[in-house]
């Protein structure tokens, strides 16, 4: 999904926004955050979005990307 990342945020909270916007961030193996573009980011949170529809998207959520597991969780950002 995205090159050197282990697991992703995703959120509808996007920090730059004042409404409902999909927001993602990337983890690579040593915890750090990759940077991406604007693009990539939203297109990458509306696909997991649009994958785990059922999820609580009011709440932020982590997606391992080794093992597909989505869990709620606090969103990591800037």
Partial sequence: MIPGAV???VSLADPK???PHP???AI????EQLE???TTTKVAARWVQRTWPEADW???HSLD???GQLAATALRGR
Avoid: I, N
């Fill in 28 to 31: 690579d193996e040593h915890g």
């Fill in 17 to 19: 926004r004042q409404w």
């Fill in 36 to 38: 991406l573009s604007r």
């Fill in 58 to 60: 009011t709440r932020p």
């Fill in 7 to 9: 697991s992703v945020h």
């Fill in 23 to 25: 927001y993602m961030v």
């Fill in 65 to 67: 990307l080794a093992t």
